[in-house]
C-alpha cells in the first residue's frame, strides 16, 4: 500500500474538521452543533442608538457627597444654614461662625479633597462657599458613567441571550447596540432602557396622601405610584403613595435575583438576596420598624409596600407585582445585571425584517454562484487540465472558509459575503502566479515533474509575501473597525489563510497524485 504523506494525511484531516463544523448550518438535526452566525443584515433584527444622560451621573455623585459631608458635620459638631446642590451642579454651602468654617475646612481638606472651593463670599456674618468637581473629574465621571452603562447593557443582553450582539460606544456619550434575531422588540427596548436603581423606602403613614396631591408633600416625602394591571381586561391602575425620601438600602448590596412561584397564588415573583452588608442593614431596617410599610421602590416606582410583621434575617425579600413570567425574567435580568448609572434614551431605532435578510442571502448566495462559476470555467479555459486542479483547490477553499466561520462563532454579515467572493478571486490567483512560472520551467525545457516542483519552489515566496500583507491589512481592519467592516476582515482573514493551504499544499498535493508513477512527456497547462 502506498504510505500516506503529511500533506495528504494534513488535507484530509482539514477537509473532515471544515465539513463537521459546516454540517449544523444546513443540518442542524444531524449534528447538534453551533451554526453560522448570521448578522442584523441577514437575518433582520433590531438597530439602536442609546444616549447616556451622564450629567445625570454627576448630579448622583454630587448628591452622595452632600449626604456625605452632612454625617461628617454631624459627627464632628459642625454646624451649617445651608448646604445643597445647584443646577450647574454646584454645591452651596451657608456657614456662620469661625469654629463652624475651620470645622469645615477641615471635613473638606480630610475626606473631601476633590472638591474645590469656586469662590468665598461674606453677607451680614454668614460666609457662603460655592464648591465645584474640577472639570477633569467632572470629564472622567461622565466618561466612566457611559462605560458603565456599555457593560451593564451587555451584561442584561447576554442574560436575555441574544447571539452576537454587537455593543459599542460612539462619541462620548452615546452606546450602538444591534441585536440579530430579535423579534420581541418592545420587549428588548424596555429591558436595555430600564435604569433599575431599587430603593427600600419607609411609607409615610403619619401623612395624609390625599392632601399632599392637592398640594405639596410633607418635607421629606414624595408622591410614588403603584401601576397595577389586570391582564384580564388589560386596565391599568395608579395607586399613590406617601414615600419618605431617604434611601434605607438601595440594590448596590445585591448579590443575586431570580424568578420563583408562589405555591399559594401560583404567580411568579423575583426573590434577591443580598451581601453580608446588606444582610445586615436590612435585619436593622425591619427590627426597627416592625408594623410599619416598607416601600420597594424601582426607578420610582413602588412595585409593593407590605408591612413588615418581624424582623428579616438571612438577607433575603420578596419583590411581588403581579408579573407575567417575562416581566419577572427581565426584572431579575435587570437587578442581577446592576442599575444603570445614569438613564439613557433611545435617539435612533431601526428594525430589519427576516424577510429582507432572506432576500440578502439570496442575493449573497447568488452572486457567489455566478462569481464562482465564471472564475472555474476561465482556469478550466486557460489552464486546461490544470485549471481543473485549481477548481477543486477553490472549492475545498470555499468549504474552509465556511468551516472556519462555524469554528469560531463568527458572525456573517453581507460585507462578509463579499469578503468571500473577494477571496474566490485572491484563491486562484495564488494559483495564477505557481502557474505561471510552472509553464516558464517548461518554455525552459524541463520535464513536466521538474517544472511543477520547481513551479512550487520558486512561485511560494512571492505567493505568501502578496497574501501575508493583505492578511496584516485584514487584522488591522478587525481591530480597528466596527460592524459590517469587521464582517468583512474575518472572511477576508479566513480566505487568505484558506487560499494559501489550497494554492501551496492542497494543488501541490493533487499534482503529485495525478502524476505519481506516470511517465509523463507533456503537461496540460
Given at each position: 500500500m502506498k504510505k500516506i504523506s503529511w500533506r495528504e494525511f494534513t488535507i484530509v484531516a482539514v477537509l473532515i474538521a471544515a465539513l463537521v463544523y459546516l454540517l449544523p448550518t444546513f443540518h442542524a438535526e444531524l449534528w447538534p452543533h453551533k451554526k453560522i452566525n448570521l448578522g442584523l443584515d441577514l437575518q433582520g433584527g433590531m438597530h439602536l442608538a442609546l444616549e447616556v444622560e451622564n450629567e445625570k451621573a454627576v448630579e448622583t455623585t454630587i448628591e452622595r457627597m452632600i449626604h456625605e459631608i452632612k454625617i461628617d458635620l454631624r459627627k464632628k459638631?459642625?454646624?451649617?444654614?445651608?448646604?445643597s446642590r445647584n443646577p450647574d451642579n454646584s454645591i452651596t454651602v451657608k456657614l456662620e461662625g469661625e469654629d463652624n468654617i475651620n470645622g469645615?475646612?477641615?471635613?473638606?481638606?480630610?475626606?473631601?479633597?476633590?472638591?474645590?472651593?469656586a469662590s468665598t463670599t461674606r453677607d451680614s456674618g454668614q460666609t457662603i462657599m460655592v464648591l465645584k468637581l474640577p472639570d477633569k473629574v467632572h470629564e472622567n465621571i461622565k466618561k466612566m458613567a457611559t462605560e458603565q452603562a456599555l457593560e451593564t447593557i451587555r451584561n442584561r443582553i447576554d442574560a436575555f441571550g441574544v447571539s452576537e450582539p454587537d455593543i459599542r460606544i460612539q462619541g462620548e456619550n452615546r452606546i450602538l447596540i444591534q441585536l440579530p434575531g430579535i423579534t420581541d422588540t418592545k420587549r428588548a427596548k424596555e429591558l436595555i432602557g430600564k435604569t433599575a436603581r431599587l430603593t427600600f423606602q419607609l411609607v409615610d403613614e403619619d401623612g395624609d396622601v390625599n392632601e399632599a396631591l392637592k398640594g405639596t408633600p410633607p418635607p421629606g416625602d414624595e408622591i410614588l405610584y403603584q401601576i397595577k394591571k389586570n391582564y384580564r381586561t388589560g386596565m391599568t391602575s395608579k395607586i399613590p403613595f406617601l414615600i419618605k425620601k431617604r434611601v434605607l438600602l438601595d440594590g448596590s448590596s445585591l448579590t443575586d435575583a431570580k424568578v420563583q412561584i408562589a405555591s399559594q397564588y401560583n404567580e411568579p415573583y423575583v426573590g434577591i438576596e443580598f451581601d453580608r452588608r446588606g444582610a445586615r442593614i436590612f435585619e436593622r431596617i425591619t427590627g426597627a420598624n416592625i408594623k410599619k410599610r416598607l416601600a420597594i421602590v424601582l426607578d420610582k416606582t413602588v412595585y409593593s409596600a407590605p408591612v413588615i410583621q418581624d424582623r428579616i434575617a438571612g438577607g433575603?425579600?420578596?419583590?411581588?407585582?403581579?408579573?407575567?413570567?417575562?416581566?419577572?425574567k427581565d426584572l431579575a435580568i435587570v437587578l442581577r445585571a446592576g442599575a444603570l448609572p445614569a438613564p439613557v434614551k433611545i435617539v435612533e431605532e431601526r428594525t430589519v425584517g427576516p424577510t429582507l435578510g432572506a432576500d440578502s442571502i439570496r442575493k449573497g448566495i447568488v452572486s457567489t454562484i455566478i462569481g464562482g462559476l465564471v472564475v472555474i470555467l476561465f482556469m478550466l479555459m486557460y489552464y486546461r487540465k490544470a485549471g481543473l486542479i485549481a477548481d477543486i483547490a477553490l472549492v475545498m477553499n470555499i468549504i474552509l472558509i465556511g468551516g472556519g466561520l462555524a469554528a469560531f462563532q463568527a458572525t456573517l454579515t453581507l460585507p462578509g459575503i463579499a469578503g468571500i467572493i473577494l477571496t474566490i478571486g485572491m484563491a486562484v490567483d495564488a494559483n495564477v502566479i505557481i502557474f505561471e512560472r510552472i509553464r516558464e520551467e517548461l518554455f525552459a525545457g524541463k520535464t513536466p515533474v521538474a517544472a511543477i516542483n520547481a513551479g512550487f519552489d520558486r512561485a511560494t515566496l512571492t505567493v505568501l509575501d502578496a497574501n501575508i500583507t493583505t492578511l496584516i491589512a485584514a487584522v488591522v481592519l478587525f481591530q480597528y473597525g466596527t460592524g459590517p467592516v469587521k464582517g468583512f476582515a474575518v472572511t477576508l482573514g479566513l480566505g487568505i489563510v484558506s487560499s494559501l493551504f489550497t494554492a501551496i499544499i492542497v494543488s501541490k498535493s493533487l499534482f503529485d497524485y495525478f502524476l505519481s508513477g506516470k511517465k509523463v512527456s507533456t503537461l496540460s497547462i
Open positions: 459638631s459642625v454646624k451649617y444654614l445651608e448646604l469645615f475646612n477641615s471635613v473638606l481638606s480630610d475626606d473631601f479633597s476633590n472638591l474645590k472651593i433575603r425579600a420578596q419583590i411581588t407585582g403581579n408579573f407575567t413570567m417575562d416581566e419577572a
